[in-house]
């Protein structure tokens, strides 16, 4: 009998259904994490070099590198003090290509050349960006690259202006907070190289409505960013449901994080400020913790059920297919729903009128309470390596780290004025949030999968029973 084999054209163009072996061969899983690993020690290793800041331990430079790659904005150090022009440099581009994704750079860089994607490359640039099918990923791969051009250079070349001619700064003082802010913005990274953050921007419309604005457009994703495009053009009659759900899952998010603010923080931490001011201020708030990291006012001098609701946004995050972290909007979402229809005993979960898959739904409850166990975790061993620490400080922070935020409740120490919480901690401290900061950028399920896949399957099916639920 005569061996079939396909051609090339047929293995390239395969989607979901590829051959068993070379299924078998790639854990796009394994490969994406060990990408984001490497990209951390090169940065480290950038970081260490005498030219590159002013003292910096290793613990220090991994805790750094694998900030800027995971896109947080904790820091241990300050950015414009202890690193150098170099340094900044070196932080700027582990931004980028963090919020990007090395695969996504990749395989643009592949599509310009005339290169052929691999079906490798589709799988893990799948991965890394939650696309949803192996199709036209070359052609969304530079896309992102061109939408992300054109956006931090818009947000670039506003900034510089305004600080130039607004603030009365120096040309290259200017274009540097510029270029920088905006890539630290839209790529939801959260540092920034202004000794206080933007603390002496409270009253800023300029810089509070744009920088919101920049990391917004990271936050939603790139799936919706392109589906609101050619929509805008009239290549499409509507927006897909995945679209739908992310904008309103946001404005949702967004709207209730800033009521409350406002509200619990009106004569709090917005005390100082005029009536406009606090309203940009606690926007600002609220949309930060779509995993920005920026801060207009100071997080640890708010209130307690304050802190809460930006540990809960912080969970959240950004959406699927951006440049942010947590459990997406999207999951949480689902979740929700979930729950909403056990409660009314319905069978499916229906959102924007169409009925949600169930395996869709069991991912998002998985990854949920996965990264809800995380977390836990997390704060559990914090206490555990810093004694004495404040169990709140603790929980923000891991938090934050999780959500790949950057917001920190501060030190009360003087000479971690300027820096995260993070700072204080013992070496094993900073090591549990460099790995919540790995988990919460990488995604728990992607982290779980490179781990744990790989075993034998069994074929025996165990018997089923019930148990006592509730």
């Known amino acids: 009998m005569a061996k079939v084999v396909s051609s090339p054209s047929q293995t390239r163009d395969m989607p979901s259904h590829l051959t068993v072996s070379r299924r078998r061969r790639v854990n796009p899983a394994r490969v994406l994490a060990l990408g984001y690993i490497i990209m951390i020690s090169i940065g480290a290793v950038l970081l260490l070099l005498p030219f590159s800041s002013h003292g910096c331990s290793v613990i220090d430079a991994v805790f750094t590198a694998t900030s800027a790659t995971c896109v947080t904005g904790l820091i241990v150090k300050e950015t414009p003090n202890d690193f150098t022009l170099f340094g900044q440099f070196v932080i700027l581009a582990l931004i980028q290509i963090g919020g990007l994704g090395y695969m996504t750079l990749s395989s643009a860089l592949f599509f310009l050349l005339g290169r052929r994607i691999s079906l490798r490359q589709r799988m893990l640039m799948k991965e890394s960006i939650n696309f949803l099918n192996y199709r036209n990923l070359g052609h969304f791969a530079l896309s992102i690259l061109q939408v992300t051009l054109i956006v931090e250079s818009v947000g670039a070349a506003v900034l510089f202006l305004w600080f130039r001619f607004y603030h009365g700064m120096g040309w290259l ?209 914090l206490l555990i390596f810093n004694p004495g620490r404040s169990i709140m400080k603790c929980a923000f922070e891991a938090f934050s780290a999780f959500g790949t935020v950057g917001l920190s409740m501060g030190s009360a120490q003087a000479e971690f004025a300027n820096v995260s919480f993070s700072a204080e901690l013992t070496t094993l401290g900073k090591i549990v949030i460099i790995l919540t900061m790995f988990f919460g950028k990488v995604g728990t399920m992607t982290v779980g999968s490179a781990l744990l896949s790989g075993g034998k399957k069994s074929r025996i099916r165990p018997a089923q029973t019930n148990i006592v639920v509730g």
């Open 173 to 381: 003082e200017s274009l540097k907070h510029g270029v920088f802010h905006s890539i630290s913005a839209f790529c939801n990274a959260g540092f920034s190289t202004f000794t206080r953050n933007l603390g002496d921007f409270r009253s800023d419309p300029v810089v509070g409505l744009l920088i919101p604005i920049l990391f917004i457009l990271g936050g939603v994703g790139f799936i919706v960013l392109s589906d609101v495009w050619h929509k805008a053009r009239r290549k499409t009659l509507r927006l897909s449901t995945h679209s739908r759900l992310v904008l309103s899952a946001t404005a949702v998010y967004v709207i209730a994080g800033t009521l409350v603010l406002l509200i619990g923080e009106w004569n709090g931490a917005l005390k100082a400020l005029s009536i406009p001011a606090k309203f940009l201020n606690a926007f600002f708030t609220a949309v930060t913790p779509r995993t920005a990291g920026f801060n207009l006012v100071s997080v640890g001098g708010m209130r307690a059920y304050s802190l809460l609701v930006l540990m809960v946004l912080m969970f959240i995050g950004a959406s699927p297919g951006g440049t942010g972290g947590g459990v997406k909007t999207t999951s949480f979402s689902l979740v929700l729903s979930e729950i909403g229809r056990v409660i009314r005993r319905r069978k499916e979960v229906v959102m924007m009128k169409r009925t949600i898959k169930e395996e869709q739904v069991h991912r998002a409850t998985s990854l949920v309470t996965l990264s809800a166990i995380v977390v836990l975790t997390s704060i559990f061993l």
